[in-house]
């Protein structure tokens, strides 16, 4: 790894060597730090440690890289939500463990900055937002059927299984994404009562008597 200044003056580092690898992880890097617009393929090809014609054999524009980095948030939900979740204990296990996971993604410095990458670029390219919520959507349909299920089974009354979903991530969102989004290094509510409290509250809500 070695310094490199981009055209404003500005160090960036360079990658060593020529795989699809290193060329994800310095748009990652210049990306999350300047924003997708601003970056060149130039820039990315220098980041990478690259020819620029080597940069094209293996992609063929920045629209192709971000869509290769969407892969990457992509296996950073599954690992949110892996398979077999929805049969870990009874549903108030599930959603405590649902809910720990998504806390525990929302500290992934690389998942914030490319949020905050999507906000910040996607009024200028609107594509952004479209796949990126392509890749979030599957995950909440998913959560959406479990709650679906166990509607289905008299656990819960979920009538709306897509808006229960919203819900619950939307209590997890405001207590812990949007604060670290900001620039919050610590929460202002411990992980373990943010959990407790969004698995009451919902059950409270939704739970068959």
Not at 3 to 31: D, H, M, P, Y
């Amino acid at each position: 790894m070695e310094l490199r200044k981009k055209s404003n003056g500005t160090a960036v580092k360079v990658a060593r060597g020529g795989s699809r690898e290193a060329i994800v992880e310095a748009a990652t890097r210049l990306f999350l730090e300047h924003g997708f617009g601003s970056v060149s393929m130039d820039e990315l090809a220098g980041a990478a440690g690259l020819a620029r014609r080597t940069l094209y054999n293996q992609f063929t524009s920045k629209e192709e890289i971000f869509r290769e980095m969407l892969l990457r948030v992509s296996g950073q939900l599954e690992d949110t939500f892996p398979p077999g979740i929805e049969t870990q204990g009874d549903v108030d296990e599930v959603l405590r463990l649902i809910a720990r996971m998504i806390l525990e993604l929302h500290r992934h410095p690389e998942y914030l900055g490319f949020l905050r990458m999507v906000v910040a670029d996607s009024r200028q390219f609107p594509w952004i937002a479209e796949e990126f919520s392509a890749v979030m959507e599957p995950q909440t349909e998913r959560l959406a059927r479990y709650l679906a299920h166990v509607t289905a089974m008299g656990i819960l009354n979920c009538r709306n299984p897509t808006l229960a979903a919203h819900q619950f991530m939307g209590i997890l969102n405001e207590f812990s994404l949007w604060p670290l989004m900001i620039g919050r290094k610590k929460l202002a509510v411990p992980t373990e009562e943010i959990v407790e409290e969004t698995v009451q509250m919902f059950l409270q809500h939704y739970r068959l008597p």
